[in-house]
């Protein structure tokens, strides 16, 4: 039975992954953060407790920040295949904790391929390194591809692009199993709700059951090519179970606006948006609505803004990915399209926006967090 590491298991990416490989029979091992609030919301559904029979699911606590921590706990499980896939992964966030960004992101990767190193597990252990397309930031070349030059645009694209060459040079220094997914934007029901998709899909949901009045957006241009997680994650498996290590772009080929996005959120509550204005100026009213998803709304309300607050001090306009070498080494094709992912995204939503209506129709306290 082959054993598999996950760093960021609590995350979007490795909730997904984790199912796959238990699914492949894999003994899966991963590493969470202590916080003062439970935060395995994501794979609470797949947890197992200890003292079942033959457990396949372990969690171990841990840190990227924590060199001691990770040796003991490869020490201690000896994968066959590490996802390193832990990060401070918000692009906005990292203008605002650079610091701290670079020491998980760059160093963090470091110390746990120090820490296999270290332990001798070089030889027997494959790594996966979560890249991204914010390596390419200010894009040389359309669409990018594995040769194109990176030009990263934030503290995090920075730090993940030592995280990528410390990677690349400990494969030719060692021999190491080391590879690199440059993965362009993937989305699901289980993003984080801060990332645009998300908080489109679920504010407009809020907003069609009355439980949030208006969506405040950032630069609505913006150009990405966005994928279904599920598909990505078993890129992430695919990439491991080659002879050679190599690294991958993986996308769709296809990009849209976050405009765009709102759109077709709209569009599955049932809801038709004019935008008009422009830059911090521009709003969304609503001109339709069809089926009875939307009651708490009318003709005419504002419910899509401008705020500047959600603007970056440095961009990443437009992103669109060649995934070409994934089609044609590894057979990996994307299955889910972005108008699927998106229903998918938005009646998750909706059904959580129903629930809590209800409860606050019925008396009871109930608050939604934005940001
Ligand atoms: P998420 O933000 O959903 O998950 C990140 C995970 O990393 C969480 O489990 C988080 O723990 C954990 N984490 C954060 N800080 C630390 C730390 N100091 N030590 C250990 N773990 C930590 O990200 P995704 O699942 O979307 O992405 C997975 C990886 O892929 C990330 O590295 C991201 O940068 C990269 N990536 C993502 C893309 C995307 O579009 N989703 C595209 C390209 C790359 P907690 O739950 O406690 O916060
Ligand atoms: P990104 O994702 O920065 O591409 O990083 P995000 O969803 O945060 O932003 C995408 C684009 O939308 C614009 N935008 C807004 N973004 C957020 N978060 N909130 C807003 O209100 C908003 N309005 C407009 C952004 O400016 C940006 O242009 C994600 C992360 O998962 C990274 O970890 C990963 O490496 C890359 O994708 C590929």
Redesign the pocket.
């Known amino acids: 039975m082959k054993k598999a590491l996950i760093?960021?298991?609590?995350?979007?990416?490795?909730?997904y992954l984790a199912e796959l490989l238990l699914g492949k029979g894999y003994e899966v091992h991963g590493?969470?953060?202590r916080?003062s609030l439970f935060?395995t919301e994501?794979v609470d559904h797949i947890y197992q407790d200890r003292h079942e029979e033959s457990p396949k699911f372990f969690l171990h606590y841990?840190?990227?920040?924590d060199s001691s921590n990770l040796t003991r706990i490869l020490k201690e499980v000896e994968p066959d295949e590490v996802y390193?896939?832990?990060?401070?992964?918000?692009v906005a966030v990292s203008f605002e904790a650079p610091e701290y960004t670079a020491?998980?992101?760059a160093m963090?990767t470091l110390r746990l391929l120090e820490a296999i190193r270290f332990l001798g597990l070089e030889k027997k252990t494959k790594f996966y390194q979560?890249?991204?397309?914010?390596l390419y930031g200010e894009v040389q070349e359309i669409p990018q591809k594995e040769t194109t030059p990176f030009h990263p645009r934030s503290p995090?694209a920075v730090a993940?692009m030592y995280a990528y060459w410390i990677a690349v040079n400990y494969r030719e220094s060692y021999g190491m199993y080391a590879c690199n997914?440059?993965?362009?934007?993937?989305?699901s029901p289980?993003?984080?709700e801060t990332?645009v998709t998300r908080k489109i899909t679920r504010g407009l949901a809020n907003i069609s059951q009355g439980l949030e009045k208006c969506l405040y957006l950032g630069n609505m241009d913006a150009l990405r090519d966005w994928g279904h997680?599920k598909d990505?994650v078993r890129m992430q498996w695919m990439m491991l179970q080659q002879d050679q290590p190599e690294d991958f772009v993986i996308a769709t080929g296809k990009q849209i606006s976050v405009r765009e996005f709102v759109t077709l959120s709209a569009k599955e509550l049932g809801i038709t948006l004019e935008f008009s204005g422009k830059g911090v100026d521009e709003i969304a009213t609503v001109t339709g609505i069809n089926g009875d998803n939307a009651n708490a709304l009318k003709v005419g309300d504002v419910i899509v803004r401008v705020d500047s607050r959600y603007f970056r001090p440095a961009e990443v306009e437009t992103l669109l990915g060649d995934p070409t070498k994934a089609k044609e080494k590894l057979g990996w094709t994307p299955e889910i399209t972005v108008e699927e992912m998106c229903a998918e995204m938005v009646q998750s939503d909706l059904a959580k926006a129903k629930q809590h209506a209800l409860l606050k129709a019925n008396g009871y306290d109930v608050s939604v967090s934005v940001e």
């Not at 841990?62 to 920040?65: C, E, Q």
């Not at 997914?181 to 989305?187: K, P, V």
Request: without cysteine; proline residues 0%.
């Open positions: 760093t960021g298991i609590t995350g979007q990416d490795g909730s590493i969470k953060r916080a935060n994501r841990g840190d990227l920040s390193n896939l832990g990060a401070q992964s918000h020491d998980v992101d963090g979560a890249s991204t397309s914010e995090y993940k997914g440059i993965l362009f934007n993937h989305e289980r993003r984080g990332f997680a990505y």
